[in-house]
DNA sequence: GGAAAATTACGTAGTTTTACGTAGATGATT
DNA sequence: AATCATCTACGTAAAACTACGTAATTTTCC
């Protein structure tokens, strides 16, 4: 779905992380480190002249916070996905950030899998939120009220049949057993199928798992 | 890896749910009931004269306890696996029954999905706890001390290399670019492949994710 | 009664994965 | 020196999946 790299660009005031993450994202293909700031300004600049696919942002900041520069890029530069990666876990600048336009929020203790893993799915459009912020955010969840958020994933993306194709591709079925437990033809399985990678934009097994766990329609709310 | 479908023996004094449990496995092809008993009596003669792989055994039962039960079935047939299915959430006797030598626990407001998933597993020798379960036991961790148990897959199962290669697989890298990544040739990878199914119990990657999230080899503690 | 969505299905061709057996190289252990 | 675990890799054949395009029925909804 994405062949070429997914360019990066690190915004915090540490030039180390910047460093830091160079090298991590280094020896991956799948993502390429396209540059660092230290600034505000800079990171605009960079935008500016260069392609950016995901901004990888701290939120403290000296002068403008990850926050503020996170709104402007996103005036700016919609299609530009942010993903917030640092240590501050209080609910109110998680929200003010997701509010802010950000993607994806992670916090620094999360390892380079997860970060590998969010880069890729908020460049592919979708959100993603670690699990520690997520539990965070469910804590809250009763009070706070919503602010018209984007809501690319909803819910209702897949048809009722092909909710039932991918449960039963999460219990281990393979293409075959599928269409005899259904009565239908292989065919229209994989066209099933096709269409629900397509449509929750995954494009094997496994990135489908991820998708379903996050909807929650691994063990859990589904229509047993 | 399993074949002809798993036989289940469903041990419960209430009808009700025998039957319930009757008519969500009918329609399976993966799992067969094979009957049901009211009490400890009934549940061995029935094994006595059955072929039975997996018994679903309620807790709260007059007479003999789903625990007295399982002890004993456990001495005279170590081969067949035990899972619990009872709204007991008690620490002292999930660790009860799992002393008993039960190989699985699940709540009763599990779904589906959950005791399907659960047959399957510890009818391929694995244990099974429900995700509540897990939590409830997570917590009591600490103090509780052991008892002798079989630790069927204790952790360093896989190697290195092979987890290695599990990590790209559950990042969506096919063989090939796992190959690429590794400067290791597509065959080695297939050979590590087929090892980590083999030593998993698992036989698609859908089964492999499972087993990774349940070890945790997913997004947290891996080795990053 | 007609448009739109959902379900069904085929063809063709290519790629990827699985299944099994085998086996050399290396390093650690005893 | 011998054994064991690990990592490496090939061959062969079959099974499974992927990619794209197309399209006939139903169902659903306005």
Redesign the pocket.
């Known amino acids: 779905m994405c062949q070429k790299p997914i360019q990066v660009l690190v915004v915090d005031d540490h030039q180390i992380i910047i460093d830091g993450m160079k090298s991590i994202l280094q020896d991956e293909e799948t993502v390429q480190f396209a540059g660092g700031a230290n600034t505000m300004q800079e990171a605009l600049d960079f935008i500016d002249q260069h392609q950016v696919d995901v901004i990888i942002m701290d939120i403290s900041m000296p002068g403008h916070s990850g926050i503020e520069i996170t709104r402007m890029i996103k005036e700016k530069y919609p299609d530009v996905k942010v993903l917030a990666l640092t240590m501050h876990d209080e609910i109110d600048i998680i929200a003010d950030m997701i509010d802010a336009g950000a993607s994806g929020y992670l916090l620094k203790k999360a390892n380079m899998n997860e970060v590998l893993d969010a880069l890729q799915t908020v460049a592919r459009g979708q959100r993603y939120l670690g699990s520690k912020v997520q539990d965070i955010l469910m804590d809250d969840f009763s009070q706070r009220r919503s602010t018209r958020q984007n809501r690319e994933y909803e819910s209702q993306l897949l048809?009722?049949?092909?909710k039932e194709i991918l449960q039963l591709m999460l219990r281990e079925f393979?293409?075959?057993k599928i269409a005899e437990k259904?009565f239908?033809?292989?065919?229209?399985v994989?066209?099933?199928?096709?269409?629900i990678?397509t449509k929750t934009n995954t494009?094997?097994?496994v990135g489908l798992i991820k998708y379903a766990m996050k909807q929650g329609l691994t063990q859990n709310e589904s229509q047993a």
């Not at 239908?184 to 229209?188: D, G, H, L, N």
């Not at 994989?190 to 269409?195: I, L, Y």
Request: charged fraction near 35%; proline fraction near 4%.
């Open positions: 048809t009722p049949r092909e393979s293409n075959d259904l239908i033809s292989i065919r229209t994989e066209t099933h199928r096709r269409n990678f494009k094997n097994v």
